[in-house]
């Protein structure tokens, strides 16, 4: 048994290049814990079968249809739009239905963190960290700053540091510096501020 032979890599290409696609598109738009890749080669295969299954129609009438002796261009492009592109549409389609409220209401967010879903906004705020010290690190989390994603630990770099008055406020930006970077392991709390 040759893994080369064609229509074995036809099979392969066919059932695990959509899945693997929308696999990584979700997790790209959802990002999530690591899986080992043996543990997502079933899954790869499972969503390419959903991919055919909802494509079913369209792929009967083109195979029903002479396209491919008078339009083989045509009937080439249909195939990449099943294989690499229609996989995209179905996780958008999915991110924009697990993202609304009726949907919510009967199943958890996709967004595993909350520290994911705030950040992912990508909203200016005005940040109080509280670390496990009592210590206060007062900064602007806007454009040019960044906080980590899942599956990586929570860190956040803002781009502006601030002196914290003594009644809480922020009181002035700090001289010389070009932000700072706060680690998950200090991290007690988080204030964010409009």
């Given at each position: 048994m040759d893994i080369w032979e064609i229509d074995k890599l036809m099979l392969f290409i066919a059932f695990v290049i959509p899945g693997f696609i929308a696999i990584k598109c979700y997790q790209l738009i959802f990002p999530g814990t690591e899986r080992p890749t043996s543990e997502k080669l079933v899954d790869a295969v499972a969503y390419s079968s959903i991919n055919y299954a909802f494509l079913m129609l369209p792929i009967i009438a083109v195979e029903n249809s002479q396209?491919?002796?008078v339009h083989p261009f045509l009937y080439y492009l249909?195939?990449?739009f099943?294989?690499?592109f229609a996989p995209i549409m179905w996780v958008l389609a999915w991110k924009y239905l697990?993202?609304?409220d009726f949907f919510q209401k009967n199943a958890p967010?996709?967004?595993a963190?909350?520290?994911d879903y705030v950040f992912s906004q990508r909203k200016?705020?005005?940040v109080k960290i509280t670390l496990k010290d009592g210590t206060v690190i007062a900064g602007r989390y806007a454009e040019n700053s960044f906080a980590s994603s899942a599956p990586a630990e929570e860190q956040i770099y803002l781009e502006e540091a601030w002196i914290v008055g003594d009644k809480g406020g922020f009181e002035r930006q700090k001289n010389n510096t070009a932000g700072v970077i706060v680690l998950h392991a200090e991290i007690s709390?988080?204030?964010l501020r409009n």
């Open positions: 396209l491919d002796s249909f195939y990449i099943v294989l690499f697990r993202t609304r967010h996709p967004t963190k909350p520290w200016p705020y005005w709390h988080v204030e």
